[in-house]
């Protein structure tokens, strides 16, 4: 563990969430035509919160992959994996929302959106998975914080969950949560455990 990804993961979080709940004007919870008409209705707030909140996530899940990677485990092994398919679909997810905004029609934003939202949900899936196997690797082999581990677990179930139950549900907000607790928590670990 480094302290770069330390930093990767506080620093990923904070960036993400106010790229997300500051700048960035659709609603989750909102219909699908409502967010991409918000995104249209502020083309510039739409672009500094695409921007923070994927560079967010991205950094985040970039810094996941390395500190699975340093755990020896199978689990965290299969965890890496997920999480760089996640940094892969983040990256689409992020060219089609500003494909969004700079739609030609209302349908094309739309439909744009909903492709975006769809790959949001499988990200949500995959996060959930990688999550889960990466604390049961944490409990397995006692690397990082036991209390990390036994965390991750639980808000990657529910990260699993959300897309089922909807992102304005308390399954959502235990999900992001504990995803945001999980990685801050990893992140001072690395920074204090450093070499």
């Known amino acids: 563990m480094t302290k770069a990804n330390g930093w990767l993961l506080i ?3 904070i960036v993400q969430m106010v790229g997300w709940t500051v700048f ?3 609603d989750p919870s909102d219909a699908t035509s ?3 008409d918000a995104l249209r209705g502020d083309e510039a707030m739409a672009r500094v919160g695409l921007i923070m909140g994927f560079a967010g996530m991205i950094a985040m899940v ?7 990677r340093s755990i020896q485990s199978t689990y965290a092994s299969h965890a890496a994996f997920i999480f760089t398919l996640v940094a892969a679909a983040a990256l689409v997810s992020t060219g089609l929302e500003f494909s ?3 739609a030609p029609s209302d349908a094309s934003a739309a439909s744009l959106m909903g492709n975006s939202l769809a790959i949001g949900n499988g990200m949500f899936l995959a996060i ?11 409990l397995l082999t006692k690397q990082i914080y036991l209390v990390i581990g036994a965390l991750a677990v639980v808000a990657g179930i529910a990260m699993v969950l959300m897309p089922f139950l909807g992102q304005d549900s308390p399954v959502a907000a235990i999900a992001f949560l504990g995803w ?4 801050i ?10 070499n």
């Open 62 to 68: 970039a810094a996941s992959v390395n500190i699975a």
């Open 180 to 183: 945001m607790i999980v990685s």
């Open 100 to 102: 969004v905004v700079d």
């Open 11 to 13: 620093l990923g979080v």
């Open 128 to 138: 959930g998975v990688a999550n889960v196997l990466l604390g049961i690797a944490i």
């Open 185 to 194: 928590g990893i992140g001072f670990h690395s920074i204090r455990t450093a």
């Open 34 to 36: 409502v967010q991409a």
């Open 24 to 26: 960035y004007p659709a």
